[in-house]
T-cell receptor, first 114, second 112 residues
């Protein structure tokens, strides 16, 4: 019974490149959430998606960041033209439709921008 | 806005009980959570409590909620070295809210 899967686990990008982070929810889960953890900080909500729908992106930076959850395949968090301040751990969580309050987290992707 | 506060460090001896405390500000919080994060790993959902409860016990874990004071605690009985990790307190907003607001985490060190 696989949990939430994220890949890659570690990603290094140079300033100005694009970063793509992938998340496959737990089996049976249709809701995906992305959170960002800056060094020495707690996790901050970024976006909540269901299949083919962005439900709440109130925590997403206004520029360069986008997220999608297509009908087939994993959810993608995309960061264009990365800057050093984007270096962080990005966690994906998933829940079922009926228990959105019970979120299970993946292992995270640690993004380093050089 | 919502805020969740917890002390940053706690050190206990193996076999003792650990108590990790947390305060929050959002009086409409529906659920309150404890997550555990081991080095380089994701967050593991340890337990959560609905806001109309004041206690929940699950094996070695006891969660106490004082809604009046907006105070949440996690007690780990018979603490083991494998319990060494960062423990995050989190709360969800009002009814139907899915946004979890996290504290900065309490690093628990267990001394053998």
């Amino acid at each position: 019974n696989a949990g939430v899967m994220q890949n890659p686990r570690h990603l290094v990008r140079r300033r100005g490149q694009e970063a793509r982070l992938r998340c496959s929810p737990m089996k049976g889960h249709s809701h995906v959430y992305w959170y960002r953890q800056l060094p020495e900080e707690g996790l901050k909500f970024m976006v909540y998606l269901q299949k083919e729908n962005i439900i709440d992106e109130s925590g997403m930076p206004k520029e360069r960041f986008s997220a999608e959850f297509p009908k087939e395949g994993p959810s993608i968090l995309r960061i264009q033209q990365v800057v050093r301040g984007d270096s962080a751990a990005y966690f994906c969580a998933s829940s079922s439709r009926d228990r959105v309050y019970e979120q299970y987290f993946g292992p995270g992707t640690r993004l380093t921008v050089t | 806005g919502e805020d969740v506060e917890q002390s940053l460090f706690l050190s206990v001896r193996e076999g003792d009980s650990s108590v990790i405390n947390c305060t929050y500000t959002d009086s409409s919080s529906t659920y309150l959570y404890w997550y555990k994060q081991e080095p380089g790993a994701g967050l593991q959902l340890l337990t959560y409590i609905f806001s109309n409860m004041d206690m929940k016990q699950d094996q070695r874990l006891t969660v106490l909620l004082n809604k009046k004071d907006k105070h949440l605690s996690l007690r780990i009985a018979d603490t083991q070295t494998g319990d060494s990790a960062i423990y995050f307190c989190a709360e969800s907003g009002g009814a139907g809210s899915y946004q979890l607001t996290f504290g900065k985490g309490t690093k628990l060190s267990v001394i053998p």
